[in-house]
């Protein structure tokens, strides 16, 4: 990667996850959180066309949360394939546009977002997803 590029993405990734303080410092010497942001700023460094996020918010304070938030729709409104798992409902109303749910290894739902929302049998995603995922199990 160009060093000038380089030099241009980790200052916007690292603004936007706020870890610049941190750009010094031994991974081993940060928190949880802020390991969260630095693996997150290294995958997503090389401006990838597609990034997959595997519950990149679990075990994370609220604030940290928002920022890797933030960058997921900044991936999205750049044009990214962003593939995203997690089990926070409110990340997937929030992120998705389309929605895959999977239980055991079988494909529970396949759709858009909207469509899962129209369809939606239950009064909440939570309820909704239960449903969904006790029916695959039956």
Do not use: W
Request: glycine share 8%; aromatic share 6%; charged share 30%.
């Amino acid at each position: 990667m160009d060093r000038s590029l380089y030099r241009k993405r980790r200052d916007e990734i690292f603004g936007l996850l706020g870890i610049h303080e941190f750009a010094n410092r031994r991974i081993g010497k940060l928190s949880t959180g802020t390991r969260q942001k630095v693996s997150i700023a290294r995958t997503t460094i090389h401006d990838p066309e597609v990034i997959v996020f595997d519950e990149p918010t679990v075990g994370l304070d609220v604030i940290t949360a928002k920022h890797i938030i933030e960058l997921i729709r900044s991936c999205k409104q750049a044009g990214k394939t962003v593939i995203f798992s997690t089990h926070i409902m409110g990340e997937v109303s929030l992120l998705s546009d389309d929605l895959g749910i999977i239980h055991n290894g079988k494909l529970c739902y396949c759709g858009t977002y909207e469509d899962f929302r129209k369809g939606m049998q239950r009064t909440s995603l939570e309820e909704e997803f239960i449903r969904l995922v006790e029916e695959a199990s039956q």
